[in-house]
């Protein structure tokens, strides 16, 4: 016939997997919501960072308080003497390579890479680093993780330093959370929040400025040293000269 198809409904039953959070004030107030993210630490943990930003104010002011929270990790990162950042394959599929050259730019910090976020910037950019990610985790102060999970490659966040403080930037929740702590966890689009944050912190200056500047002359000393190693190590052998045979001399030939 010519009418359209009766779509077929199986009958049966189906389990949907959902957390909800229960949130209870000091009021007495008690709500109740469903989480976006499947995995219940990260829930525990994103409650527990709404709950400090949340404090002597309404709920009903969600919008202020992520800003409240913005604002937080931008001064962590204006504030910081030795900063790094860790480049992630979200990067590039957020396609936020401009507003990383331009944050890394107005920051000076320096970026390190994971995934496909090798080639967000060129590899002579002045501010990637390929070579020193041993320093990074020695001294960095604050490390900002952008569109990367904290999995094995980054030792789930026991990498780093225990006094460095962990910034986590990402389009979507994490499927696992690591037991390492987090300073702030942002979830959103990258290429936004790497805009936003260059006009929330603004450039470093003063005592920060000088420690950023000593902290990038390190980095590329050490950056230096190891591409002349590496270029040294791979560099072909030089072909020695054969030698010639000596003609005998007249009183050899007598």
């Known amino acids: 016939g010519g009418g359209p198809a009766t779509p077929k409904i199986s009958e049966g039953h189906y389990r949907m997997e959902a957390i ?35 404090v002597g104010r309404s709920p009903g002011e969600l919008e202020r308080t992520y800003v409240d929270i913005f604002n937080r990790f931008a001064r962590m990162i204006a504030t910081a003497e030795r900063p790094a950042f ?20 107005a920051f000076g910090v320096p970026c390190f890479f994971n995934g496909m976020g090798r080639g967000v910037l060129p590899a002579d950019h002045e501010l990637a680093f390929l070579r020193t990610r041993g320093l990074l ?17 980054l030792g789930f966040g026991g990498s780093f330093g225990e006094d460095t403080k962990l910034i986590v930037i990402n389009g979507s929740p994490p499927a696992k959370r690591t037991e390492r702590e987090i300073a702030v966890e942002l979830i959103g689009g990258i290429a936004r929040t790497l805009a936003g944050m260059r006009e929330a912190a603004g450039e470093p200056s003063g005592t920060i400025a000088d420690g950023r500047a000593a902290w990038l002359m390190k980095l590329r000393d050490v950056e230096t040293e190891k591409r002349a190693a590496e270029e040294a190590a791979n560099a072909p052998a030089e072909e020695e000269a054969p030698v010639e045979a000596e003609a005998p001399s007249s009183s050899e030939q007598a």
């Open 20 to 54: 909800f959070l229960e949130i209870d004030t000091d009021e007495g107030v008690t709500g109740y919501g469903e989480s976006i993210c499947e995995e219940p630490t990260a829930v525990i943990a994103y409650g527990r960072l709404m709950a400090e930003a949340f």
């Open 86 to 105: 860790i480049v992630g394959s979200d990067v590039y599929w957020d396609g936020a390579w401009d507003e990383l050259d331009a944050a890394a730019r």
């Open 137 to 153: 985790k020695q001294r960095a102060d604050v490390v900002v993780v952008l569109g990367t999970p904290l999995d094995f490659r």
